[in-house]
């Protein structure tokens, strides 16, 4: 691991040092230009790695924050005779505002909406800077005065070029921080849909607006750049030609990486100059060949190495895993009340003409491990949605800790001490084990964007962590937290599921057959952990086909029949009751004899 660390540094330092020197060196003139160019295409291209890459969200009209951060100068400075800078700020606080209100209408779009949506803006702004006339229409605006730094006129492209790169490599290193932090594990869980970072507390909408932000404020800053480079701002800057090509350049560099936005975007700008220059010696014609070359490329990337160039480097890429410091979280104390800890009464669910759960009643005590069975379609899923809010009820309540909570958030429930777990692994599989826990344990920190990127928020962080890892210890899992999640076990993945649901600081821990493709010794592990874990006074709703586990651990079953409450009873009544055997004839019940 420290060979790596080592590695990687010396990497970054060498890839600095050359960006540093290349100026001094006699190179040609054109090489500078190219280098430019590849800079501010970097600055959009990080922002969609931000975006695409790792929130999952593809955009296809980054170019229009492009223009709005390059009409904005350019307004200012040709129309108003202001400072760039003021230019800047008028950019960025118009990207806000545009950004802000885009991604409240669209962000919400499911499936293939929101790409499409992207484009319908991109196109839209496109013809709006066209044709407006204090816009220069179509011609744009020329004579826009160079960026100065106090005397200093960055008029050449080699001192643009310092300050350019000097941009790139901040913002790199802020959005390296960034990931690395308590939003950076809420953005990167949002890739596989909300279920799971909402039943963690997270409030995903807030989080994809994030990330929609800080990439529109990317593109709008090299908007900025590039107009006082070029001097003139024209549409085409937001054409979709131009947002297409930015995605182009984050998936031939890997578009989770930010490595990968370095390696697209130079790989995309060289390549295409050479290809022009080349490919018409080649074939003997003009044409735009380099389009055929760049898809076939593209093809290529997606099929032998889907992390794009970058990602080839493999081993050079891999992000560092950090030694955690021990630093005990706040426990914020759970008052408990009188009565039952969960107490569900006549809670019913109708799907169109069926009645899935039919007014059932039950408790659950402080301390107590509860099993829920019942036969195929009996509606147990359904009541765990309905206790963990992620469906509401048509009918009947769910009081938790004395608190009313029925048709409250998946959100707002975990937030209030009650945790689950998913009949399906969900999880982040090329995160680490621990980050992946630490996920439960979002809302007990409350570091947010400006503090990840100026590195304040270290000490909660490592609170974070280390809590992630004591919840890992705490299931058996302290040996695997730095490999990726997607490298355990079913039976470990289950346990990881629980140590994040712990990470919440919960009373109540509901499970969706925990035991479903385990092994017979996994099991066992299992079965061990949820004993000790109900010594330690954390009550359990556990909803299982196994009926030797269920059996087992549980102190009551509630058993279900076609949404009804069948019977509730200790585990030996449940298995001398002839009602439960007629409700499983033909249905082979181990454990039942
Ligand atoms: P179990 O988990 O006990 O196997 P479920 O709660 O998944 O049972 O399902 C109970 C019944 O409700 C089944 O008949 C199922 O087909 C139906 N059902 C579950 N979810 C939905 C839904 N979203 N829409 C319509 N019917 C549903
Ligand atoms: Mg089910």
Known sequence: MNSLLHRGRLAGFGIVLALALLPLLPVNEFWITQMNFVGIATLVVLGLVLLTGVAGLTSFGQAAFVGIGAYATGYLCVVLHLSPWLGLLAGLAVTVLFAAALGLLTLNLSGHFLPLGTIAWGVSLYFVFGNTEALGKYDGLVGLPPISLGSIALDSGRSFYYFLWAVVLLSAFALSNLLDSRTGRALRALKDGTAMPEAMGINTFRYKLIAFLVAALLASLAGWLQAHYQRTVDPSVSSLRA????????????????????AGAATTQILDDRLQVWLPRLTGSEGHYEVIVFGILLVLLLQRASQGLFGMLGAWAAPQARAVQPIALHRGERIPSAGPLLRVRGLSKRFAGLLAVDGVDFDVQAGEIVGLIGPNGA??????????????????????????????????????????????VRMVPEMSVLE??????????????????????????SGLLSEAAAQLARVGLAGQMHEPAGNLSLGSQRLLEIARALCTNPTLLL??????????????????????????????????????LVMNVTNRIVVMEFGRLLLTGTPREVQASPAVRAAYLGTEIEGVS
């Open 436 to 461: 992946n826990v630490a996920l439960g344990a979002h809302r007990r920190g409350g570091a947010g964007v400006l503090a990840a990127v100026l590195g304040l928020d270290r000490k909660e962080e």
């Open 243 to 262: 947002s297409i090509g930015y995605l182009f350049m984050a998936v031939i560099g890997g578009v989770s990486l930010i490595g990968g936005a370095f």
């Open 511 to 548: 499970l969706d057959e925990p035991a479903a493709g385990l092994r017979h010794a996994e099991k066992l592990a299992l079965a061990e952990v949820l004993r000790e874990l109900r010594a330690q006074g954390i009550a359990i709703l556990l909803v299982e086909h196994d009926m030797d």
């Open 379 to 424: 509606g147990k899923s359904t009541t765990f949605n309905l206790i963990t809010g992620v469906l509401p009820p048509s009918a009947g309540s769910v009081t938790f800790n004395g608190q009313p909570v029925t048709g409250w958030s998946a959100r707002a429930i975990a937030h209030a001490g009650l945790a689950r777990s998913f009949q399906h």
